[in-house]
């Protein structure tokens, strides 16, 4: 088994590698195409923006290799903006185009979103504004049974950092999280899945999830 983790300059592919080694697998942190073709698995983390994300993979000579990743039927997980590129484009900063891999686009969390909370003693509910980004825990619903997510809880707890999210075209949604709307949280399609939580900053639940990814043979 070689698990290749893409360290394009973006995103804590660190605390990813250490989450791997937790759960008992080594993984390398590569921008060597060579490396990735010879990978049985493929993770793309990422923090940050999308244009960004897109133009250092670009620099880094990595979006064939991806392609090829992503195509070939080897595991492939992406991790929040792992998640976003795999889209045709985002809103993020005008118009920003992704990999296409899958049909649908990225759009940002409305500023006006409330949530509505009950006072616990006096029953009073009242609405509060929710904060942008979408920051902490939150809950995931499952919609369908996915190997990745064997052993997993639905309402388990992941954690978030972002502003953006995907609305897929296709029916390719196996979870889904609620936030002032009930957005796509993670995605799955033969070899690929993805998720806009962070499993590597997600404790036992998202070392779960690493472990699933490790020994999935789609």
């Not at 891999?101 to 500023?111: A, D, E, L, Q, T």
């Not at 388990?156 to 390719?172: A, G, L, M, N, T």
């Amino acid at each position: 088994m070689r698990i290749a983790i893409l360290d394009y300059g973006m995103g804590n592919v660190r605390s990813v590698e250490t989450g791997f080694r937790r759960v008992g697998f080594d993984a390398l942190l590569t921008r060597d195409p060579e490396e990735i073709r010879k990978a049985t698995h493929i993770v793309l983390p990422g923090v940050g923006a999308f244009r960004d994300c897109m133009e250092n993979l670009k620099t880094y000579g990595l979006i064939e290799p991806l392609k090829e990743a992503l195509q070939s039927g080897r595991p492939f997980l992406g991790i929040c903006l792992g998640l976003q590129i795999l889209f045709e484009g985002s809103e993020e900063f005008g118009e920003s185009k992704g990999l296409a891999i899958m049909r649908g686009k990225v759009v940002r969390f409305r500023g006006d979103m409330s949530e509505e909370i009950e006072n616990r003693k006096t029953g009073v509910k009242r609405r509060y504004p929710l904060k942008i980004p979408h920051m902490g825990w939150n809950a995931v619903r499952i919609l369908k049974d996915h190997p990745i997510l064997e052993g997993i809880e639905d309402g388990s707890y992941f954690y978030f950092v972002h502003s953006y999210y995907v609305v897929p075209e296709d029916d390719v949604a196996v979870t889904t999280t609620s936030y002032g709307i009930d957005f796509v949280s993670a995605i799955a399609r033969d070899n690929i899945f993805a998720c806009q939580f962070h499993p590597e900053k997600s404790q036992k639940v998202g070392l779960r999830l690493l472990k699933n990814f490790a020994r999935w043979r789609p």
